[in-house]
């Protein structure tokens, strides 16, 4: 059990990686069948949970995220919540969550003294539209780049680059909540098969690609002190499933995403 009130009384650190678009049966395939040997050397049991996502599309999911609501487990009881805006009075929270008296995380963890940086992928974190300006706007310091974006073939890599470098930047100052959205998995991904469509098999080389610059990631930041993580994709795609392309929509292959939260370094 992850006691998060604890972890930020702290001021221990906190990576929240999104794996932009990731199917949950993606994940695992890729996991099984040995193409993310980082991910199952670093996720607890070396396995992904199957989780839930309260939004089926990059605005709404993250939005839920950073106002209390991770993804859910597929069941009727469900461990106690990382963080959460407070509730009313007559609500009970458990003790192990983090309870912020803001409108958002990011603002909760500001009032604990943390520094709040996001390294965007996909274009709502670009700031280049009145809605890809929402999110990097909760942030006290947000950046992005085309080359963060999924077109291009190393974008992970260019986002582990600047990652690395925040985290060298505020070591030693107030403790960091460093945000990554990773976008290789994100439409378009076919260039990862030399291929001008976007299937399951591309998505998984997408992540197999991604795999390496995670590991380096998770490696570059242990080596900066202890951090807590939580990886998680915001929503799923569908591939023509059911006849269904595409996400905003309900369908197990959307709201389906794989979810990890674990103590590192």
């Known amino acids: 059990m992850i006691n998060t009130a604890e972890i930020i009384k702290s001021g ?39 989780r839930q996502t309260p939004g089926t599309f990059t605005l709404p999911a993250h939005m839920a995220f950073f106002s209390g609501f991770l993804p859910k487990l597929p069941q009727p009881q469900q461990p106690a919540r990382l963080w959460e805006c407070r509730p009313p009075a007559f609500k009970q929270v458990p003790s192990e969550t983090f309870v912020f008296d803001a409108p958002n995380l990011l603002d909760g963890l500001a009032e604990h003294g ?18 890809g ?3 990097p706007a909760m942030f006290h310091e947000a950046h992005w780049r085309p ?5 291009e073939i190393e974008s992970t890599r260019h986002q582990v680059d600047l990652a690395l470098d925040v985290a060298d930047r505020h070591r030693g100052g107030r403790p960091l909540f460093l945000f990554v959205n990773i976008s290789a998995t994100h439409v378009p991904h076919g260039h990862y098969l030399g291929r001008s469509t976007d299937t399951t098999a ?11 610059h995670i590991g380096r990631l998770l ?17 799923g ?17 959307v709201w389906n995403v794989p979810f990890a939260a674990w103590l590192h370094g």
């Open 12 to 50: 221990t650190n906190i990576l929240f990686a999104t794996i932009d678009s990731l199917r949950y049966d993606v994940a695992r395939g890729a996991l099984e069948s040995g193409r993310t040997p980082r991910l199952a050397g670093l996720l607890p049991g070396g396995r992904w949970e199957r």
């Open 114 to 131: 943390y520094r709040t940086v996001c390294v965007g992928g996909v274009t709502y974190f670009s700031s280049e539209t009145p809605l």
């Open 133 to 135: 300006a929402v999110l």
């Open 147 to 151: 080359s963060f974006c999924s077109p």
């Open 237 to 253: 795609d569908a591939y023509g499933d059911d006849g269904f392309h595409g996400r905003g929509i309900a369908h197990p292959s």
């Open 219 to 235: 490696d570059g930041l242990a080596d900066r002190g202890r951090w807590l993580v939580i990886m998680c994709a915001d929503h």
């Open 202 to 212: 591309s998505q998984a080389a997408a992540l197999a690609y991604a795999d390496t």
